[in-house]
């Protein structure tokens, strides 16, 4: 059990990094300033694969037919980089927003 809560915490640790650069990336290109933003983008996307590394471990553990047991923290875990990944794919779309109506005024 305490190998799946740290690989939870590792899952929580990444996608919530990866979140939070994804949140910054918009505030930098609402600011106009998008190679910041693009770097952010870049490094949201390599925390959530390392979030998203974590989560496949489990997977083909699972499929290798070794139990996980489920708990609350494993399923946040799950909730938390799924909601983060889809933070990050909307944040690529609002900053082509920004960077748009930069280009046309």
Excluded: C, W
Excluded at 30 to 55: P, S, T, W
Excluded at 97 to 102: D, E, G, V
């Amino acid at each position: 059990m305490d190998e799946i809560v740290e690989t939870a915490f590792k899952i929580i640790l990444h996608a919530g990094n990866g979140k939070s650069n994804a949140m910054e990336a918009i505030q930098e290109a609402k600011a106009g300033r998008f190679e910041e933003a693009d770097r952010l983008i870049q490094e949201a996307g390599g925390e959530l694969g390392k979030a998203h590394d974590y989560q496949t471990r489990l997977l083909h553990g699972e499929a290798g037919g070794k139990k996980t047991p489920v708990n609350v923290i494993l399923m946040h875990s799950m909730d938390h980089l799924m909601t983060s990944m889809t933070v990050r794919d909307l944040a690529v779309e609002i900053i082509e927003l920004y960077r748009s109506r930069a280009r046309n005024t």
